[in-house]
């Protein structure tokens, strides 16, 4: 178990920037290019339904749990090429933050993690095709834990994963209100993302 300065990133909204919000959100054009709005239909119909919770939380694979909902569209025969559309629109990185967190490595010789509500399709998409597997020491995410933020044993199972003894000696990054209370509430440092200038900072004085 380790004591050493730990820095721990959000995926969405922090170092993936294509989110609900955002200038240029993955559905963009969604509905010109599949016939299918994002707001009146994918987000309260599948993305906030307890069906999504347990994709997220490992218990359902995201291709069944899709596909029973898009037969009911008519899209079934489409849902490969869904996924891939879905998967490479809503993977907008931020490679300036990433740069900062990889000078930071290199100037403590602390760890980098992400820690993330991803099911398990979409994290690997992550990892290996858009290239964060090389900046993170690993990527922890809800559907590997079974459990997601800002639930209490998300962190404290992130933080047994991680190998530290010392919750203080983590800063946790990440843009929702709830999470960031559920890391403090675990004894981590954590702050609220508000954008890389602010983010900076923070690791100027953090480790």
């Not at 559309?85 to 100037?107: K, M, N, Q, S, T």
């Not at 843009?175 to 900072?201: E, K």
Request: overall charge negative; proline content about 3%; charged content about 25%.
């Amino acid at each position: 178990m380790s004591n050493e300065p730990v820095l721990v990133l959000d995926i969405d909204g922090v170092v993936s920037l294509a989110q609900p919000g955002s200038a240029t959100p993955w559905y963009a054009t969604l509905e010109e290019d599949w016939g299918l709005s994002h707001d009146r239909e994918l987000a309260p119909e599948f993305f906030l339904k307890p069906v999504f919770m347990e994709v997220l939380r490992g218990r359902l694979d995201l291709y069944v749990a899709l596909h029973e909902y898009f037969e009911g569209k008519g899209l079934a025969d489409r849902l490969e090429e869904f996924v891939a559309y879905w998967f490479e629109r809503d993977a907008v990185i931020d490679r300036e933050l990433l740069a900062d967190a990889d000078a930071w490595r290199r100037r403590t010789g602390g760890k980098v993690f992400a820690a993330s509500n991803q099911e398990h399709h979409r994290a690997a998409h992550l990892r290996d095709r858009a290239g964060l597997g090389g900046h993170f020491d690993e990527i922890i995410y809800s559907a590997a834990l079974g459990v997601c933020k800002p639930e209490r044993v998300f962190f404290t199972t992130a933080q047994a994963r991680m190998g530290v003894t010392a919750a203080q000696s983590i800063l946790f990054v990440d843009d929702n209100t709830a999470n960031v209370d559920g890391a403090r509430i675990c004894g981590w440092r954590a702050m609220l993302y508000r954008g890389r200038s602010s983010f900076s900072q923070a690791l100027a004085s953090w480790g």
